[in-house]
């Protein structure tokens, strides 16, 4: 066995071996990889090899397509057969708010170049001559996709990793992993230790149990899975017989399960509630190449759906029944990229597709590692999207809940029970006695709405509008008006002090830093070439001191990137303080005459402008009120000890009575900020596009010196910006505005996508954003975008339709 490698991978399922096939691929030869038994041992075997290009992500069904894509070659390139069957996908649909589900997804698929046809009851008939089709109103066909052998996948992409020089020891176990006195990791296996630069854990079901060894929590949790498998039916054997293609995968999402043929037989594999999390204390060492116990009994209300859509199924026997672990994470997606606290660690585990997202992963994966950034967005599946509150139990129970809901229809405005409330701010019980309507976000609950009284306090979940769309209109105009109080405790917040804090930040962001104390700056972080990894509101505190505001849903992900971009010489230290401070948020045109009746401090323009900061008290209070927002109207940022936030509430309210003050939810605010053209982080801004395509030169400072993303952006401006970001109005819009993932077309041909949109209450448009191939920019262009398979007008529209001087804001 070797001692020393440039990479270590630990696990040999097809996620560990595509990871492996991609890192050679790009030319890292030297990289080994250690299975404790043989390939495929894991998940990979029993797994039944569908590659279902659905998935309503934009990120990940671009890792989906990828896949499918190389699966197709791989047989050419290596030499061997991978089974790949080319059937085509046909997903049923029994009511409208399926049909919009798939509408929206077509919206996706279009942007990322996925072929589709939305099809007709006769057109399922004669796909699948064996489905009975009452009640069905359409489907969904992909012809691309299918299913595929998945150990035969997984020996061709380690054939052809081999043929790159990469290594596979099996009989191989990782026992103990630690670091060594020069930093580069060190596994212990019974061969003997090999000691590396970069080490990579793709160890599926045991991925808790390989974290344990360095000290990490990593929520994944396999979860049972089941599909029965039936002798040969006649009327296959008489299809195969006859020369008739195999039918496509069948999935009727509806009634939770998938089906497909087999062997002149079928398959079947539910989705079913009541699935239970396994191995959830680690997998026993007597687990190995084995199945857990089948359960008919849980499976029986979707055997009695698929009979009665495909009678056939039940006019065969049973000849047996796979139960299998299949890892799964809280939100169903994979976590695929760095982990966080530790250097040159990366994660590519708790795939619940693993055979779909196996090829897509790796090369991301691979090119993450090697070109220190992805080619695309990878935030949905980044391992840095949960954190701490993702303990084990929070992950048993939310991976059984993800489990049972594969099927679901995917609501946009969807927000899941179980594992909550988790993280609340103090004044949490008051405001639901006002009506809050929740949702979750890191964990933290907050408020997406407020029902007024008498209405119920429940979400009506739609593609359209829908029950909140007049209560969150009352909240802009309250806003927009009077003046409205937002709760944002959940907002990530760091200090960053010492001698070297000030270079420190000024080369890790595009903009110059604030010089003089108490000035705040929006700053942007960026990838090597150029795009938006991080976006931090920065104040001044002193000299060597800076308080830094970011997403709350950034927090592990910012904390993180700080930590180990910050010098290691002492010169910087950095506090997480996220948890310290609760923020609420006063803001509308009556929000100095609110403030002013609770603080002795001059909040006039010329004592507290725009975009400055201070340390007042508001009632018994400390606060840092730093005069900011993201719905672009005067108002300030109350961040304060969170032990203070019941008191400041309070006041905050009363003060606010006679000025008409309400309170405001998270849907209110983002339609607000899409009045404005605000970009919001991970959505608008993303590594995808740089930030000269955002149309965020201001925010650009290309003569202060070196900073990450310059070099890049400074070959963009000499060879010309691809994109640019867009405000657009789009008209005949009647009960279903944008929501993002959109095509946008001009002359019939598509030229970019939206990425956000809503209907904005004060300019009472349908609004949306997003960016364009260069020359559609100018104001005036006409455009279509495609909002749940129905092309509409839309117009490219000046930035910020509301208040576009920003007069408001300086107010």
């Known amino acids: 066995m070797q001692s020393h490698a440039r990479a270590v991978i630990i696990g040999g399922g097809?996620?560990?071996?595509?990871?492996?096939?991609?890192?050679?691929?790009?030319?890292?030869?030297?990289?080994?990889?250690?299975?404790?038994?043989?390939?495929?041992?894991?998940?990979?075997?029993?797994?039944?090899?569908?590659?279902?290009?659905?998935?309503?992500?934009?990120?990940?069904?671009?890792?989906?397509?990828?896949?499918?894509?190389?699966?197709?070659?791989?047989?050419?390139?290596?030499?061997?057969?991978?089974?790949?069957?080319?059937?085509?996908?046909?997903?049923?649909?029994?009511?409208?708010?399926?049909?919009?589900?798939?509408?929206?997804?077509?919206?996706?698929?279009?942007?990322?170049?996925?072929?589709?046809?939305?099809?007709?009851?006769?057109?399922?008939?004669?796909?699948?001559?064996?489905?009975?089709?009452?009640g069905l109103i359409g489907a969904l066909y992909h012809p691309d996709d299918g299913h595929i052998a998945p150990a035969d996948v997984t020996q061709a992409m380690a054939t052809a990793a081999r043929s790159r020089g990469g290594t596979i020891l099996r009989q191989c176990p990782a026992t103990a992993i630690r670091r060594s006195q020069g930093q580069e990791w060190v596994v212990t296996t019974p061969q003997g230790e090999i000691t590396c630069e970069h080490l990579v854990f793709a160890t599926g079901n045991y991925a808790r149990q390989t974290g344990a060894m360095v000290g990490l929590d990593i929520p994944s949790i396999p979860v049972e899975h089941q599909y029965i498998v039936t002798e040969p039916h006649p009327a296959l054997i008489e299809r195969h017989r006859a020369g008739l293609p195999e039918m496509a995968v069948l999935r009727e999402s509806d009634a939770s399960y998938y089906m497909r043929e087999e062997r002149q037989g079928l398959i079947l594999g539910p989705y079913e509630k009541g699935a239970p999390a396994v191995f959830v204390d680690g997998v026993p060492e007597?687990?190995?190449?084995?199945?857990?116990?089948?359960?008919?009994?849980?499976?029986?209300?979707?055997?009695?759906?698929?009979?009665?859509?495909?009678?056939?199924?039940?006019?065969?026997?049973?000849?047996?029944?796979?139960?299998?672990?299949?890892?799964?994470?809280?939100?169903?997606?994979?976590?695929?990229?760095?982990?966080?606290?530790?250097?040159?660690?990366?994660?590519?585990?708790?795939?619940?597709?693993?055979?779909?997202?196996?090829?897509?992963?790796?090369?991301?994966?691979?090119?993450?590692i090697v070109n220190g950034e992805p080619d695309i967005d990878m935030m949905p599946v980044d391992p840095r999207r949960y954190g701490a509150y993702a303990n084990k139990r929070y992950t048993k129970i939310k991976n059984e809940e993800a489990y049972e809901h594969v099927f679901i229809v995917h609501y946009p405005d969807e927000e899941r029970p179980l594992g909550r409330p988790a993280k609340t701010s103090p004044i949490h019980v008051k405001l639901a006695a006002h009506g809050a309507v929740w949702g979750q976000r890191y964990g933290w609950e907050r408020p997406n709405w407020f029902a007024p009284e008498g209405m119920e306090r429940k979400d009506v979940w739609s593609f359209r509008r829908t029950n909140y769309f007049e209560p969150v209109g009352t909240e802009c105009l309250t806003v927009r008006e009077r003046v409205g109080l937002i709760d944002i405790t959940s907002f990530t917040k760091h200090e960053v002090s010492g001698p070297g804090a000030a270079a420190f930040l000024d080369q890790l962001v595009a903009r110059k830093l604030p010089r003089k104390i108490g000035r705040i700056h929006l700053a942007h972080a960026l990838t090597p070439r150029g795009g938006v990894r991080s976006e931090f509101t920065i104040m001044r505190d002193g000299p060597e001191q800076f308080y830094l505001v970011s997403s709350g849903a950034a927090e592990r992900f910012d904390n993180d990137y700080l930590v180990k971009q910050a010098p290691t010489d002492g010169s910087v230290r950095i506090d997480n303080v996220t948890g310290r401070h609760g923020v609420l948020v006063l803001v509308g045109p009556r929000a100095r005459d609110v403030l002013v009746k609770l603080t002795d401090a001059d909040l006039t323009n010329t004592a507290f402008p725009w975009l400055t900061g201070q340390h007042i008290l508001v009632g018994l209070a400390p606060v840092r009120a730093m005069r900011v927002n993201f719905v672009g109207e005067l108002g300030w940022e109350l961040h304060h000890p969170i032990e203070y936030q019941h008191h400041l509430f309070d006041a905050l309210m009363e003060a606010g009575r006679e000025f008409g003050m309400g309170l405001c939810g998270m849907r209110a605010m983002d339609s607000l900020r899409i009045e404005k053209s605000y970009r919001m982080w991970a959505q608008d801004l993303t590594r995808e596009y740089t930030i000269l395509e955002a149309g965020l030169d201001r925010f650009v400072s290309l003569a202060k010196g070196d900073f990450i993303g310059r070099d890049a952006l400074i070959k963009q401006t000499e060879q010309g910006v691809p994109q640019a970001f867009v405000t657009l109005e789009v008209d005949d819009v009647t009960d279903a505005d944008p929501m993002g993932n959109e095509p946008l077309y001009r002359n019939g041909r598509m030229i970019g996508r939206a990425t956000a949109g809503a209907y904005g209450r004060k300019v009472q448009k349908s609004l949306a954003l997003g960016y364009v191939a260069k020359g559609n920019e100018a104001v005036g262009t006409g455009l279509e975008i495609e909002i749940l398979g129905k092309r509409y007008p839309a117009t490219v529209i000046p930035e910020s339709p509301h208040d576009p001087d920003n007069l408001r804001l300086r107010a």
């Open 14 to 134: 097809v996620v560990g071996i595509s990871t492996l096939y991609h890192l050679t691929k790009l030319g890292w030869a030297d990289t080994v990889l250690l299975e404790r038994t043989e390939l495929t041992a894991g998940s990979t075997w029993h797994a039944a090899g569908l590659l279902p290009l659905f998935n309503m992500s934009y990120c990940v069904g671009q890792l989906h397509k990828y896949s499918v894509d190389l699966y197709k070659n791989l047989g050419n390139e290596t030499g061997q057969d991978v089974s790949f069957h080319v059937t085509g996908n046909l997903r049923l649909a029994t009511n409208k708010e399926r049909m919009d589900e798939y509408h929206k997804y077509c919206g996706t698929a279009n942007t990322i170049g996925v072929p589709f046809h939305i099809i007709g009851v006769d057109e399922i008939k004669k796909l699948w001559p064996l489905c009975n089709t009452e």
């Open 286 to 368: 007597t687990f190995g190449q084995d199945l857990l116990p089948g359960d008919l009994e849980r499976l029986a209300p979707h055997v009695e759906a698929a009979i009665n859509r495909v009678p056939a199924f039940g006019e065969v026997g049973i000849k047996d029944v796979i139960n299998g672990p299949i890892a799964y994470t809280p939100d169903g997606s994979p976590l695929v990229g760095p982990a966080w606290d530790r250097r040159n660690l990366w994660l590519n585990e708790g795939h619940s597709f693993g055979i779909t997202a196996a090829g897509g992963a790796g090369w991301q994966l691979a090119a993450w």
